[in-house]
């Protein structure tokens, strides 16, 4: 079938690597040395809701899961005004948190709903000026990249390219630029 995908000009879209998630926990040493970044402790994951038992069923299995993992409230939702809902994990430990989203993202695509994944989302904070670098990882690109909202609808596309230079030896970062998209409505405050 890839002959005839080459042939006709057809490419296949990148295949999701969950395992790249556990990369930032080690980056996350470099963002705070040489960076000046830490995390604020809470992560999104986005996806598009679908009807029927069976996704209702993957998000309950998910937070019966994380009720034994020591966390006894449920993790909050939100909807975006695209109707993209929105899943907050909170946990000070960076690592677990990290397991956590791991733990979400394959708990819905294992239930049969991985396209409705969007990205997962891990904001950090600049200590001395308090400025929010996100980094947004595409779950069907497998891949990061720095998302800095300056305002409404505005970004800082310069810094952003400069916290790039500075990872990108350690977590795989988007290497088309046209897949950046800003996510104008982050719930993660």
Not at 127 to 148: A, D
Not at 166 to 188: G, M, N, T, V
């Amino acid at each position: 079938m890839k002959i005839f995908d080459t042939l006709l000009g057809r490419s296949q879209p990148a295949k999701s690597n969950l395992d790249n998630l556990f990369s930032l926990p080690g980056a996350s040493i470099t963002l705070s040395v040489s960076g000046n970044l830490v995390t604020t402790g809470k992560a999104g994951v986005c996806f598009k809701p679908a009807s029927g038992a069976s996704f209702e069923n993957a998000i309950s299995e998910f937070q019966t899961v994380i009720e034994t993992m020591g966390t006894k409230e449920p993790a909050p939702n939100a909807t975006d005004s695209y109707g993209y809902e929105w899943i907050t994990l909170v946990d000070a430990d960076f690592e677990l948190l990290v397991t956590k989203t791991h733990m979400l993202n394959s708990t819905i695509d294992e239930a049969g709903y991985g396209s409705q994944l969007l990205c997962s989302v891990f904001p950090f904070r600049e200590t001395e000026t308090g400025e929010i670098v996100n980094f947004v990882y595409l779950f069907k690109r497998g891949s990061f990249y720095p998302f800095i909202p300056t305002g409404t609808e505005k970004r800082n596309s310069e810094r952003e390219m400069a916290v790039k230079a500075l990872i990108e030896k350690e977590i795989p970062i988007e290497s088309d630029l046209a897949h950046w998209f800003p996510l104008w409505e982050i719930p993660l405050k």
